[in-house]
T-cell receptor
Framework: GDSVTQMEGPVTLSEEAFLTINCTYTATGYPSLFWYVQYPGEGLQLLLKATKADDKGSNKGFEATYRKETTSFHLEKGSVQVSDSAVYFCALRRSILTGGGNKLTFGTGTQLKVEL | NAGVTQTPKFQVLKTGQSMTLQCAQDMNHEYMSWYRQDPGMGLRLIHYSVGAGITDQGEVPNGYNVSRSTTEDFPLRLLSAAPSQTSVYFC??????????????FGSGTQLSVL
């Protein structure tokens, strides 16, 4: 079945450091890929998405590129801030052509802590 | 803007008790869903609805019931709670029933413990 694997956290960085959170997936065909973020005490929010191979999703300084050859969708940011401290979830939805339904498959989440 | 509102935020139940987790959204979204989040397992879909009067099962529906009598509300019922249902529950909605995955709006979650 479909699955999403994320690097375990917590990831602790100093402010202005470079961030990478790894995400790899297993799915039939060409799924759509997402990153969601959960700030403390809040629900998940869509951060960015990519719907086909080589697409780059970007938002709020975060980027992720859909790599079909490595089945990856790593999240990156060049300079993190304390306000980026949150839990980040990678997710996929299988394409309609391969039976994708009304369901997102989520990874386990990676907690990011950014310190001054 | 209220968005997606879940109540209660925390709940402790004894095995065998019943309860309802409430979810309401004020965005006129057609699509609503319930997920549970367990350590090391990510979020898993319990039930979903594409409109009033229409519900369907997700990947882990056993032990849970839902109904959708209005567009705004989508309650999740536990008829006889079990310790395996200890989890954090998230309600999520979307404006598009055709592509609900495009942007889901989540509530802040309900932490449920079953003793």
């Amino acid at each position: 079945g479909d699955s999403v694997t994320q690097m375990e956290g917590p990831v602790t960085l100093s402010e202005e450091a470079f961030l990478t959170i790894n995400c790899t997936y297993t799915a039939t065909g060409y799924p759509s890929l997402f990153w969601y973020v959960q700030y403390p005490g809040e629900g998940l929010q869509l951060l960015l998405k990519a719907t086909k191979a080589d697409d780059k999703g970007s938002n709020k300084g975060f980027e992720a590129t859909y790599r079909k050859e490595t089945t990856s969708f790593h999240l990156e940011k060049g300079s993190v801030q304390v306000s980026d401290s949150a839990v980040y979830f990678c997710a996929l939805r299988r394409s309609i052509l391969t039976g994708g339904g009304n369901k997102l498959t989520f990874g386990t989440g990676t907690q990011l802590k950014v310190e001054l | 803007n209220a968005g997606v509102t879940q109540t209660p935020k925390f709940q402790v139940l004894k095995t065998g008790q019943s309860m309802t987790l409430q979810c309401a959204q004020d965005m006129n979204h057609e699509y609503m869903s319930w997920y549970r989040q367990d350590p090391g397992m990510g979020l898993r879909l319990i039930h979903y609805s594409v409109g009033a009067g229409i519900t369907d099962q997700g990947e882990v529906p056993n032990g849970y019931n839902v109904s959708r009598s209005t567009t705004e509300d989508f309650p999740l019922r536990l008829l006889s709670a079990a310790p395996s249902q200890t989890s954090v529950y998230f309600c999520a909605s979307s404006y598009s029933q055709a592509s609900p995955w495009e942007k889901l709006f989540f509530g802040s979650g309900t932490q449920l413990s079953v003793l």
